[in-house]
């Protein structure tokens, strides 16, 4: 039987539409699965954003907040297909030789987010909750190492610039899980007061070690409560019978629940709070390993951090990390799984920082950010089929970034001073016309009054109108929290030095919403363009050829 041109045409059209669609590498459908990632809780609450965020770009993942040591053992284990540590693999844990090691398993470090480990604590006086609480570091090694156990104790008088709270027993909580966190306390507490630290810190044989551990030693600590996670060290520290206690954890935490935290003395003599700047400022100073032969490759070194002399810097900042593995032999790793793993990273590390400031965090500076993309890029050496197309650190629209300095930091250059009032043997900062408990972590849209704002109230995400941006990041909204000295009860917009806005509204982190955002897609669109225009030719040509073949078609005989 011969056949009419026409369905010859058509059919050719089909298949050439078919090839178009089986060659296109990832963005095709069916090109990402599910991915499954665990470990940090100091990072869970900036992952469960993005996660949240990228759903509805049909990107499945999860996370598991389980501690940063889990997610490493995890990943060694096979058992994920991403981990999220503050800390990279250390081989063996000082402190209890516990293993840590990836086990063969391929990997690259990805920095994911900034922020500072804050310390969340209850002190009621008078019925009502302290919230500006100053402490200095010494302090701080005194607590938690079981040598200040109450809090009328002179050195925390002295750091209030001689304000003595009532005899109320001080409860240290700290983590009971392998812990990045404890981790990054216990690295500044093993640097900066080693004598304090090794008096509870020691070895099998009982000798002291001047390291840094994720498993803190509880036991050795009077009064010292263990809790599971950030959210389990929350929870105990705000439960109504733990008026005393005092923990540690990122500030998202503290900033979610409206609870204060202290204001850490820096090397500079002022008593700072954990905001997107004041980290932004600290991080400066950070030493990054930039040698790409090394093992350690982009992690950082803190010593610098916790001297720096900047006035508004806060000591305990830090960087968290993704592990992603990179070995193209890696059987728990598909095409489809890299892809949503690509994905997902771009757009944490880009758009997503957008909304770092608003719940606690502080965004990546843009050297970060563009290794980061060296990283990422690890997965497509892996395996071909992974599409890197359309990744510009142009698109981010981040808030740190400097157009034309690839160094610099624009969250660091615009960052407030603090007040007079948080100068040691000043102060404390107080609230208008309420000395006793302003200040110290209450969280707001531009960072509440009394210097105890926070990082901002406004919503970060991706703005719908342009995809590829986000949130203002010139905009009040994003963050701040230092009160303007010259007019007690207002906020300092750090955009404007001369301009202050009132205090926001607050915002609550518990509850994540997912932003709206779009991942970048190449090979989606140079697909779905030609497979249209296949259908609108079926379309167009398809009824009136049909039509004019069965017009001219002979009849059939008749019965």
């Known amino acids: 039987m011969t056949r009419n041109p026409f369905w010859r045409a058509l059919a050719a059209l089909a298949v050439a539409g078919l ?29 469960n954003q993005w996660i949240a965020d990228v759903q509805s770009q049909g990107l499945q993942v999860v996370f598991t907040s389980s501690g940063s040591a889990q997610g490493r053992k995890d990943f060694a284990n096979r058992q994920n297909d991403f981990a999220v540590t503050d800390i990279g693999f250390q081989g063996r844990d000082p402190a209890t030789n516990a293993d840590d090691s990836p086990d063969g398993r391929g990997y690259a470090y990805l920095p994911i987010v900034a922020g500072g480990t804050s310390f969340p604590y209850q002190l009621q006086v008078a019925g009502q909750l302290v919230r500006n609480l100053r402490l200095s570091g010494a302090t701080l090694a005194g607590i938690f190492t079981g040598k200040i156990t109450n809090w009328n104790a002179p050195q925390i008088t002295a750091d209030n610039n001689g304000r003595k709270f009532p005899s109320i027993p001080i409860i240290p909580v700290v983590h009971s899980e392998g812990s990045g966190s404890t981790a990054q306390f216990t690295r500044y507490l093993a640097t900066e007061f080693p004598n304090e630290w090794t008096s509870i810190n020691k070895d099998q044989n009982g000798n002291g070690l001047d390291e840094l551990t994720e498993y803190f030693p509880a036991s050795k600590v009077k009064n010292a409560v263990a809790q599971n996670g950030s959210d389990g060290v929350m929870n105990f520290v705000t439960s109504k019978a733990a008026n005393g206690a005092i923990g540690y954890d990122e500030y998202s935490y503290a900033l979610g629940k409206d609870y204060p935290v202290a204001k850490i003395e820096n090397k500079a003599g002022y008593f700072t709070l954990p905001t997107q700047y004041n980290v932004a400022v600290a991080l400066l100073k950070a030493k990054i390993n930039y040698d790409k032969n090394s093992k350690d490759y982009l992690l950082q070194d803190l010593d610098n951090v916790y001297v720096d002399k900047d006035v508004r810097t806060y000591p305990l900042s830090s960087y968290s990390y993704q592990v992603i593995p990179i070995a193209s032999n890696d059987k728990t790793m598909t095409t489809a799984k890299r892809q949503t793993l690509a994905d997902f990273d771009f757009y944490s590390i880009c758009t997503g920082q957008t909304e770092m400031g608003p719940i606690g965090y502080s965004p990546l500076p843009v050297n970060l950010v563009q290794a980061g993309f060296k990283q990422i890029a690890e997965l497509k050496t892996a395996d071909s089929g992974v599409d890197l197309t359309k990744r510009n650190v142009n698109s981010c629209h981040n808030p740190t970034f400097v157009p034309g300095d690839p160094k610099g930091n624009h969250l660091a250059q615009i960052a407030p001073k603090p007040p007079a009032c948080d100068k040691a043997g000043a102060g404390p900062c107080t609230d208008a016309g309420d000395p006793g408990t302003s200040g110290g972590g209450g969280h707001g849209g531009n960072g509440g009054g009394g210097n105890g704002g926070g990082t901002g109230g406004g919503g970060g995400g991706a703005n719908p109108t342009n995809p590829g941006g986000g949130a203002n990041p010139t905009t009040p909204g994003g963050g701040g929290g230092q009160t303007d000295p010259t007019n007690p009860g207002q906020v300092a917009d750090p955009t404007n030095p001369t301009n202050t806005t009132p205090g926001g509204t607050t915002t609550d982190t518990s509850n994540i919403v997912a932003q709206p955002t779009e991942i970048p897609t190449s090979q989606n669109t140079d697909v779905l363009g030609p497979l249209a225009g296949i259908l609108f030719l079926l379309i167009l040509i398809g009824p009136p050829m049909l039509a004019r073949r069965l017009r001219t078609a002979p009849p059939k005989d008749s019965i």
């Open 19 to 47: 090839a178009i669609g089986a060659t296109t590498p990832a963005q095709a459908a069916g090109s990402h699965a599910l991915i499954a990632g665990s470990g940090s809780s100091w990072s869970a609450n900036a992952v």
